[in-house]
């Protein structure tokens, strides 16, 4: 888990974007690693003789520009020790001659570096301010400090340093030497680099990155030569470089043949099938003894708003550069929602809202289902951790769901199907938090958010229709979709990852097929089609530009459409709930309305839920309070006044 910080001045920051560092219990081998590299500091990273050029053809209109790509450049020449290695000035007498987990770099002269220094100084000293003189300076004389001390060629760094032993036995090997070195050089603490600060987001990133870099470099940065061993006196101090922890260690090992590589997997891959028939939608006032009725809708959103400004203020050095503008207008985002708060919590305050609002007392429920993806909770369950935590002795089934963004369609479905074998209230709650699974994925962290939302669904009392009327549910497809969003993935340090354009083709494909069989099934009075009996779509809040774009394809208009994807970003198996109490809260639902609710997403899942909405089930919203001590302890058995503390009423 990667969570962000609230630092001192109230802002969210997001260590994982700046620091630069792996999880080597992921990465398997050299070549895996070496892809990785390439990917996150490479591919986006200029080199000197590019900022040369650059400077030399005048392509830098004003100074933020040559800053990011000194800062990029400065990355992607640390981009392994940053990765595996801790520097540690050291006296030559004491460092160890013959340990295997010692290393020093061997390093060639920059070539030409002193001229692309002084262009670079030159230039920056010529160019315009972008936004703010001051902190621009501030931040090219953190960066030039190291820029400007450079003695070393970057482009054919070696991935696994040569031991102490193997550097002394190398012809003509060189590498740092410090002369003096001051034990006490000034650094940047972990919570100066958080509380970094500046009006303009693009800057404030800029300025992490500059610290984070200086860091790189703890000793006297213009005094430093290359030298070979024979140059070097006892006295003098050499940068020893240690592996950064225990998966390190055993990565390295792997890489040089120490320890054997892992097992390969086996080859699974089947060629594709389609279904032997058809799979209709349910119509449920048909197919079910037991209807189902929606008492209450709770919601709970992350009480942290995360905007734009935000995520680009948090800007990864791997990223290409993007306003906050260009991130609205890619996603329809302009904020989403986080919480400090465990998902357990989330679902806890959702449950006992939309418990309270039902009238519901808690020996009446049946089943606990939770959909979600984003659970760290395998046993217990989060749905049998939520029965335990409300007091539930027995239940039918508590059971989780992992359908990702078709989880409210998936849960509905397993919900109506429980209520025929229990006959009394299933409590479903879909509830996600993204915010620490993203690490510095640039598309994840445009698109994800966190919130729950908790529904009762009752029988139906004797001889009323209940306010379902369809339910489908799709899964698997061509394996490129099915793996078009992935979490855990090695491949990005176990961040969630999305695969923009598998994703859109999951998405066309199944709002066609979801479109096809709305037409193709009666309306519920039996006239007509089910798409022209609906009144509202609310669909998932995957990313509005897209969901408009392949509507309209699909002979769908806007204005047939809700979206609170602006304020609440993507919440997976909770937005389209979500979406569905902000339609009532907007005014968009005034009276009972018949809504069409499609979900797709990873996993190539789908699904959609044909239901009526009903204003009077929505719970009254409270905003969480991450301080409140019931939330954190919550009660064994939940009352009115536990509610209200737990919500920080």
Known sequence: MKPFVVNNHDRLVFPANFLGELDFSVIDDMEQFTAIVGRDFEAKAPTGTDILERVTSGAYESRFALLRDMSQNLFWVNRYTLTMFEKRPTRWRDLPRHRSDVFLPLLTPWRDGDKKVRAVADAFAALPSTWDEATERRIFDLLFDVYGNRRHHATELPAVKPTVEQFLTTPGAQTFVVPQHDPDYPVFSFTEILDAH???????????????????????????????????????????????????????????????????????????????????PIRVREAFA????????????????????????????????????????????????????DIEDLAWAAAVRALEHSGRDRSEIGAVLVATCTSERLIPSLSTWLSGRLGLLQTHCSADIVAACAGLPYGLSEAV????????????????????????????????GDGAAAMVIAPAAEGEPGDIDLLQTYASGPDTQVNSIIWPNPEFDNDITVYGPEVKALVARYLSQMIGELTEQAGPDGEGSMLDAVDLIVPHQANKTMILQLAGKAGLSAD??????????????????????????????????????????????????????????????????????????????????????????
Not at 423 to 432: A, G, H, K, S, T
Not at 598 to 620: H, R
């Open 198 to 280: 500046a009006e303009r987001p693009e800057l404030e990133a800029l300025t992490r990155w500059a610290m984070v870099l200086h860091n790189q470099y703890p000793w006297d940065r213009a005094a430093t030569e290359l030298r070979t061993a024979d140059e070097i006196g006892d006295d003098e101090y050499v940068i020893a470089f240690h592996p950064r922890n225990r998966d390190v260690e055993q990565f390295l090992d792997r890489a040089t043949g120490t320890r054997p590589a892992r097992r390969g997997r086996i080859s699974t891959q089947s060629d594709p099938v389609e279904p032997a028939t058809p799979l209709p």
């Open 290 to 341: 037991v209807q189902p009725k929606v008492e209450a809708l709770a919601v709970v959103r992350g009480e942290h708003v995360c905007s734009n400004d935000d995520v680009v203020r948090n800007s990864a050095f791997s990223w290409s550069p993007m306003s906050a503008d260009e991130i609205s207008a890619k996603t329809g985002i302009d904020q989403r929602r986080y919480t400090e708060l």
């Open 417 to 448: 199907r429980q209520l025929q074998e229990v006959n009394r209230p299933v409590l479903l709650v879909c509830v996600e938090k993204f915010s620490d699974k993203i690490g510095n994925v640039r598309t994840s962290r445009m698109i994800f």
């Open 560 to 649: 047939q459409l809700y979206f609170n994807i602006e304020s609440m970003g993507n919440v997976s198996a909770a937005s389209i709930p979500i979406a569905l109490f902000d339609s009532v809260a907007d005014g968009v639902v005034s009276g009972r309305t018949r809504v069409f609710a499609p979900g797709f997403g990873a996993g190539a899942v789908g699904g959609y839920a044909v239901l009526e909405v009903d204003p009077a089930v929505m719970a009254p919203e409270v905003h969480l309070d991450p301080t409140a001590a019931a939330l954190a302890e919550p009660a064994v058995a939940p009352t009115s006044d536990d509610v209200r503390i737990a919500f920080g009423e």
